[in-house]
């Protein structure tokens, strides 16, 4: 059995007693039941993937994939593809959105080369895990192999174990990689039934000929490849990219590991709807961080089943969203554990 049949046969559903038992506890806190409304959600959520009360602090770590599309020669961004290259090692050297943002979190950032063009030269912050020199074009044939997609997936599955048995109770998903969105949006049309015209949006910013013409690659990439849907790994071979199988590996990975898993924009969703295609009990391990801008993102969310927790008009990437709710997901542990109750506060309980 391999690794990916074997993490997929191991998840298993969050853990609904421990789900009512946090409730239970927080229903005695000095405040109305229910009052915090989401947080409360989140707290219990939490507890029901980790299979227990005994909620310390948060260690987060958002994992950083990143790796070259075919389908850049397109002409489907605003952006070179030198610039996937160019980012990695930004991220490296702690300058990018996602380090900064990291940093007030307090999540360390683990940056992963799926598969750049151009490969990079040594450096102690780049994880290398390349699977090849960027995938082929999605427009003309399959973006990578099956074998492929399964050694993607598989990356990310063996980078989820290891965070975890390092002690990281919260995995983050972020990406990099131009001409992404459209990898995305041809994935999100193939797993959805949507016209690609609902889930393709402006990405890095292209005007609306570029937008036209990014729509028109997927619909010839959705005819000659013609994915079956309910063939989801073959949909990942057909469609997607090096960093989203691997970040769907990662997704598998953290709720066999029974961490809970932030999803990010709209490419780390398209990730987490193949890995919830692939596993559907994957999905009680997954949090919505945010509601891209991306046109497409809602209906990603709305497939996998989860609800954002922020709305900020973000459209970035990198785990940006993930690591800005870090902190609220910490607060809500926090309440959970350290919270007086009516009895300990000497308040007087409503009762109801």
Do not use: W
């Amino acid at each position: 059995m391999s690794l990916l049949d074997e993490t997929i046969a191991s998840v298993a559903p969050a853990d609904a007693s421990l789900a009512a038992a946090a409730q239970r506890r927080l229903d005695v806190k000095t405040k109305p039941r229910g009052s915090l409304g989401r947080l409360e959600e989140l707290a219990c959520r939490i507890a029901a993937v980790r299979g227990t009360l005994d909620l310390p602090p948060l260690r987060a770590a958002i994992v950083v994939m990143a790796a070259d599309h075919g389908v850049a020669r397109e002409g489907v961004s605003a952006y070179p593809q030198e610039v996937t290259r160019q980012m990695l090692l930004n991220f490296a050297a702690g300058g990018a959105a996602i380090n900064v943002l990291a940093r007030r979190a307090g999540a360390r950032v683990v940056v992963v080369d799926m598969g750049v063009a151009e490969p990079l030269p040594e450096h102690p912050a780049i994880r290398v895990a390349r699977i090849g020199l960027g995938t082929r074009s999605l427009a003309h044939g399959p973006a990578m192999s099956r074998d492929q997609a399964v050694a993607a997936l598989e990356v990310g599955i063996r980078i989820a174990h290891e965070l975890a048995a390092d002690g990281t109770t919260l995995l983050g998903l972020g990406e990099m990689g131009i001409g992404n969105t459209t990898s995305a949006s041809a994935l999100a049309a193939a797993l959805t039934g949507c016209d690609p015209a609902q889930v393709t949006g402006r990405g890095t910013g292209v005007d609306d000929a570029g937008l036209a013409r990014k729509a028109e690659v997927i619909r010839r990439a959705l005819a000659v490849n013609h994915p079956d849907p309910d063939d989801p790994l073959g949909v990942l071979a057909a469609l997607g990219g090096f960093e989203i199988a691997g970040l769907a590996g990662v997704a598998l990975g953290g709720a066999a590991s029974r961490v809970p898993v932030v999803v990010d924009g709209f490419i780390a969703a398209a990730a987490a709807l193949v890995a919830v295609r692939l596993c559907p009990a994957a999905r009680d391990a997954l949090v919505a961080a945010h509601r891209s801008v991306e046109i497409g993102h809602a209906r990603v969310l709305a497939a996998i089943g989860i609800e954002p927790l922020l709305d900020l008009r973000l459209r970035l990437g990198e785990g940006t969203g993930a690591a800005l709710v870090v902190p609220i997901i910490d607060a809500a542990l926090d309440v959970l554990r350290d919270m007086a109750t009516f009895e300990s506060a000497g308040v007087s309980d409503s009762g109801s």
